[in-house]
């Protein structure tokens, strides 16, 4: 459900009896995936397609993980991540209350809590989540950790869609639902996608922050709307700044 709108709400306005962010339909249209509208020469998504797609550890007949805990400060609060020696089990979002101030707040990601044995995965993760807020065009230099969770071995719908969205939805596109579900194989899975989309429990690395309703409202995010508009808007101006 969209937001509603309020003269606080920086970045969008009250267009044709829908909340919208001015010029966010018009944004995601150039940058909302069709046929053939893969990377683009010259910014900051097209530079994203050479990066390296994680895999997912099998550890069946082994003894049960040991799980690893860090907390990360970030612009948009604190990120909770999970992990092991094999892999990435969770990142848990805060939810946002209020946008962070100023049309580009501080850029920040630093270890809060779990520096102490910290596995290859985790170490993966805070670079590459660092890089994310501070310097996205980093990025593309950096391995995606390792994903060490059920969901994501399994061979299943979900599983397809949260890859298919990994490997195809570059950094300042946007896809709709329905999209997805077309580029995972199901054109008539849209609401299933949106399943997905809640079960993602990698979130910003697998970026279901990018799938969008088709008439151009952001729609629902498990980080919360303020959270998903957010780091569309992130996105957006570095898409900008590249461009100069």
Not at 60 to 85: H, Y
Not at 219 to 232: A, I, Q
């Amino acid at each position: 459900m969209p937001l509603e709108t309020s003269p606080e709400q920086p970045w969008w306005s009250q267009v044709g009896g829908s909340t919208q962010s001015p010029g966010l339909w018009a944004w995601h249209n150039r940058r909302t995936l069709g046929s053939g509208a893969a990377g683009r020469g010259g910014d900051l998504s097209s530079t994203m397609a050479s990066r390296r797609v994680p895999k997912v550890k099998s550890t069946k007949g082994e003894s049960q993980c040991k799980e690893r805990r860090m907390a990360l400060l970030t612009t948009v609060g604190k990120i909770e991540v999970s992990g092991c020696e094999t892999g990435l089990h969770e990142i848990k979002l805060p939810k946002m209350s209020l946008l962070p101030s100023g049309a580009e707040s501080i850029a920040t990601c630093e270890v809060y809590e779990g520096t102490e044995e910290m596995t290859e995965p985790l170490q993966q993760c805070m670079g590459w989540l660092y890089a994310y807020f501070c310097e996205p065009a980093r990025t593309e230099t950096l391995p995606v950790p390792a994903f060490h969770h059920p969901l994501l071995q399994q061979d299943s719908f979900t599983s397809k869609v949260l890859w298919t969205l990994l490997r195809d939805v570059k950094f300042g596109e946007a896809v709709s639902y329905k999209r997805l579900a077309d580029l995972a194989g199901n054109s008539r899975a849209a609401r299933a996608v949106g399943g997905a989309m809640r079960s993602n429990p990698i979130p910003i690395i697998i970026p279901c922050h990018r799938v969008i309703c088709s008439n151009g409202q952001s729609g629902n995010y498990g980080g919360g709307n303020l959270m998903k508009e957010w780091l569309l808007s992130h996105e957006k101006l570095q898409q900008e700044k590249a461009a100069y």
